[in-house]
């Protein structure tokens, strides 16, 4: 295979594992260069895309090693010949449709994520995990800014939440096409709003969400520990809620356990109707591995099926993600997709390497160890049972991770907090290593668990 070709097979698998503001400003801006043995070299256009490569580097590496069978580096060069995608100046007011005219374009694309064609009601395999989300979504989606305002609906990585939240969308635009709505992830807000201030245009950022009927705001969890994104942010929130227009937010979390966000926001994100996703059910990613077949016009015999159901259980993207790959290597390779054929790819997905440490790892051996909630060592808890544990994972994280990640990277683990802290921390255990001899037998003993 080319590298091309390669590249070509890697974007499909990562379109279905990265987020769709990563696929759009990452995924389907690079351009391959050379793949060799050791390094997989690719050329990025612009800035803004070399940022998000370094949260999805490790992601790339592991498609195409999954691809090659070779253990790649990524190495990337920035195209300076290529432009970032631009965002128009906001109007100062939303002019008025002609009564003979066709209605606006209802979806403002000025740099912002679209609303995936996929992600609609239709779509959406409901089940007991879901379903309290999935009827607040269609009663919001049928009367905007007037039941559950704002919708927060949270849950882990994968469940559904954005398929949710775009699905409103979708139903808004068609039917209520003369409203004005947004999709945007708290990322891209950040990186919006830090633009404005620094080209002096603060009052069209501001002007912009003035203009909007709907906002769709994406892991909202990423504004902590960013207090002037969060004072305005705060801002466009009593707006829209005073003019009663509809805002949707998603999170990994409850409100109350982002670490670093202001308690007026947390009681603001509150107001409405908070509601959770869980992880599906056997019969339920049964049928979402059933849908995407259909979706897909492809084939899959129920064995199969049912083997995948049984042994993904984690969250919808990975389950879809491995059906994928099955059928990727089948068209490749052409051959018959089989349960050995199936075994063999959901064992890789599975089991990967022990030399892949990740701070996740860490963190559920770490609270596991000292009977603490994994979610308490990412949030922002300042009780001595929290706290020690969380300088322990940070040690950990700062010293044993493959591939180590930057200080930043693991503050941003642990609830946003400062690559100081992660600094301060590490310290702060090594001090009590060389000082207590049965500390440093602990954490001799939880070093070997992690890397098993």
Known sequence: ???????????????????????ELLIKRIVPVSLDEESFIIKIPGTLSMEYLKDYKETIQEVVQSITGMKVELSAMQDDEAHEPTIPEPLPSRPEPAAQEAPVVNTL???????????TFENFV????NLLAYNASRTVAEAPGKAYNPLFIYGGVGLGKTHLMQAIGHYLAATKPNLVIEYITSDMFLHEFMRCIRENRLHDFRTHYSRLDVLFIDDVQFLEGKDRTQYEFFQIFNDFYEKKRQMVITCDRLPKDIPTIEDRLISRLNWGLVCDIQSPDFET????LNKRLENNNSFVNEEVLQYIAETIKEDIRSLEGALNKIIAYSKLMNVD??????????????????????VKDIIDTVAKHYSVDPGDIRGKSRKKEVTLPRSVAMYFSRYITQPQPSLSAIGKEF????HTTVIYSCEKIEKEIKRDASFKKLIKNLEEKIKG
Do not use: C, H
């Not at 694309?109 to 992600?119: D, E, T």
């Not at 990613?285 to 979402?288: A, F, G, H």
């Open 1 to 23: 295979m080319s590298v091309d070709e390669i590249w070509k097979s890697a974007m499909e698998q990562l379109k279905e594992m990265v987020t769709l503001p990563a696929y």
């Open 109 to 119: 694309k000025r740099g912002a994520p679209f609303l995936n064609p996929k992600y």
């Open 126 to 129: 409901v089940g007991s995990n």
């Open 285 to 288: 990613r049964l049928s979402i």
């Open 337 to 358: 997709v089989t349960m050995e054929l199936a075994e063999k790819i959901i064992n890789d997905i599975a089991n990967p390497p022990r030399d892949s440490i990740t």
């Open 415 to 418: 609830g946003n907090r400062d």
